[in-house]
């Protein structure tokens, strides 16, 4: 069976055969890996593509470089990336570069986790969490 897994680099949709999604899949277009195990940097508008598209859960981490918890917080979420490799992706968007996030999203404070699955936000969580919170958050929706 084949995912369908948006390029968090250039947007691309790729289809990737599920067995291979440990075995570092690149895009198609641009090269960049789909399934690496980091969070990725990505703009609003992929962003909107991937939350609509994908196939596997998408974890997006709404932060901003002026936001001392968002820093805080981000090692943790980088850990959880690379714990949830193959069966999540993970994402960070900076609200600064994309203030339109916060009307679209609904945005009332960061840092904001929100997971999508199935073309849709799956669910929302505020605050800095750590890593296994994290993780045990997005492995309820791997399973679901
Ligand atoms: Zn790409």
């Known amino acids: 069976m084949a995912i369908k897994l948006t390029c968090l680099a250039c947007g691309q949709a790729n289809r990737v055969p ?14 960049a890996g789909l399934a690496t195990g980091a969070p990725v940097d990505v703009s609003f508008d992929v962003l909107e593509k991937a939350a609509r598209t994908d196939e596997l ?14 820093r805080m ?15 999540a992706r993970f994402a960070k968007l900076d609200t600064e570069a994309a203030p339109q996030a916060g009307a679209r999203y609904g945005i009332r404070g960061i840092p904001l986790l929100i997971a999508f699955h199935r073309g849709r936000e799956a669910k929302r ?9 994290i993780v045990e958050w997005t492995s309820g929706l791997v399973t679901a």
Do not use: S, Y
């Open 18 to 31: 599920a067995e291979k999604l440990g075995a570092g899949p690149k895009c198609g277009v641009c090269g």
């Open 73 to 87: 917080m981000a090692p943790e979420f980088a850990k959880a990336a690379k714990q949830m490799q193959g069966r």
């Open 125 to 133: 969580q505020a605050g800095v969490q750590p890593a296994a919170k």
């Open 57 to 70: 859960p998408l974890v997006v981490d709404f932060w901003a470089a002026w936001c001392g918890p968002c």
